[in-house]
């Protein structure tokens, strides 16, 4: 009885905190009425119907789920052919499908470091990265943001035989995008390995989609992370390197082993998705003609823009009421953003973050800047 009591306690005051902090979060229902400003789906190809009838058609061939984790008997040939087109899309030698972008996040650094491995970790990585390090038994550092000089300080210092250099590439909630060359030079000059989790670069930079990572071999790059569930449009994510790399998370992360594979549909799905990407550039194109629209008429209006050229466009507000206050004036103009706010971001820095996607029209992006125009204006003295 006691205990119990004491469990409900802890729950009431973990509540209690939280909403005292106002950070107490709902879930709404996405009825799918709004225009889409919050979401990931860069390229549209959730929406995609050739996307859709590779998923269905793949459920068709291959069953509704894959029946048994990679190790034991759910490795099907679609898996298979999925793992060997996200190799050369990557040009690496080998990539690995994991079932969510986190669960790779902590399967490749529980898999990889330990108690003898420091971590050096970008101070705006994204959380998943953070808990992965955290699973492996590593000694955890951050350095400031994309700041090469400060990695450089916190590595020389570093006593840890093994070292190893984690970042996102396109950073989640603010939109820059990592110095790739720059932590590549630094991680070799100190004999550490580098990772890069391009989540939300894949697809969406470079002339071909190969993301802030594209041009970067193995060598400079060796642990390579990408997710499917944003411009790819499914669920779902890889790592992608050497062979024996490779080959050493297949057996020892446990993310991988002990569980489920992701079902043959999604698979399927993503194989048609990746084509499209290959082969449609319009899509990135439009894109990117959004992105530049929007920063340029953004600016016209004094919106409180941050230095991104990727589709996600943060408006920085700095206070939680203020981003809340935005927020909910844009739904009701039938506009949905995200409101991020600490612990999602540090505090004092909350923000709307605005994302643009090629699924958006002209029309769409000025009802936004219309309905952030108003927000602006009725909180002007
Ligand atoms: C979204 C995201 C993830 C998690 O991927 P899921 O497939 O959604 O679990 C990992 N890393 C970064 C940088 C992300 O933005």
Same mark, same amino acid.
């Given at each position: 009885m006691q205990v119990s009591e004491a469990w409900q306690q802890r729950l009431v005051s973990a509540r209690e905190q939280r909403l005292a902090q106002k950070r107490w979060r709902s879930r709404r229902?996405?009825?799918?009425g709004m225009r889409d400003?919050?979401?990931?789906d860069y390229l549209g190809l959730a929406h995609d119907p050739r996307v859709q009838a590779a998923q269905s058609e793949g459920a068709r061939r291959f069953?509704?789920?894959?029946?048994?984790s990679h190790l034991v008997s759910g490795h099907l040939s679609v898996h298979e052919a999925l793992e060997e087109a996200l190799a050369e899309w990557t040009g690496r030698p080998r990539a690995l499908l994991f079932s969510t972008g986190y669960m790779a996040n902590l399967g490749v650094l529980q898999a990889l470091a330990d108690a003898q491995t420091a971590i050096f970790h970008?101070?705006?990585?994204?959380a998943s990265l953070l808990d992965g390090a955290t699973l492996s038994g590593a000694r955890s550092r951050r350095y400031h943001h994309r700041d090469a000089d400060d990695l450089t300080r916190l590595l020389a210092r570093s006593e840890r035989q093994y070292k190893l250099v984690v970042s996102d590439g396109?950073?989640?909630?603010?939109g820059d995008i990592a110095d790739i060359h720059a932590l590549a030079e630094v991680s070799h000059r100190h004999g550490a390995w580098l990772m890069i989790d391009d989540a939300h670069g894949l697809g969406v930079l470079g002339e071909k989609g190969?993301?802030?990572? !594209?041009?970067?071999?193995s060598h400079d790059v060796p642990i390579l992370v990408g997710t499917?569930?944003?411009?790819? !449009?499914?669920a779902g994510a890889f790592v992608a390197g050497d062979t024996a790399l490779i080959e050493h998370i297949t057996q020892f992360a446990r993310s991988y082993v002990y569980t489920t594979a992701q079902p043959p549909s999604i698979a399927a799905a993503t194989l048609k998705a990746l084509t499209i990407v290959q082969h449609e550039p319009e899509h990135r194109q439009r894109l990117h003609r959004h992105i530049a629209y929007f920063r340029k008429q953004a600016r016209a209006l004094a919106?409180?823009? *941050?230095?991104?050229?990727?589709?996600?466009?943060?408006?920085?507000?700095?206070s939680e009421a203020r981003t809340l206050a935005w927020a909910t004036q844009l739904a009701q103009h039938g506009i949905s953003v995200g409101a991020i706010r600490p612990p999602t971001v540090p505090? *004092?820095?909350?923000?709307?973050?605005i994302t643009l996607s090629a699924r958006h029209t002209r029309h769409d992006i000025d009802r936004l800047l219309e309905g952030l125009d108003v927000c602006q204006r009725e909180e002007a003295p």
């Open positions: 229902v996405n009825e799918g400003f919050a979401g990931n069953g509704a789920g894959a029946g048994a970008d101070r705006l990585n994204h396109v950073f989640s909630m603010d190969h993301g802030c990572v !594209g041009g970067f071999s499917l569930g944003k411009a790819l !449009g499914t919106l409180p823009l *941050g230095d991104s050229t990727t589709p996600i466009q943060p408006l920085l507000l700095g505090n *004092g820095e909350a923000r709307l973050r």
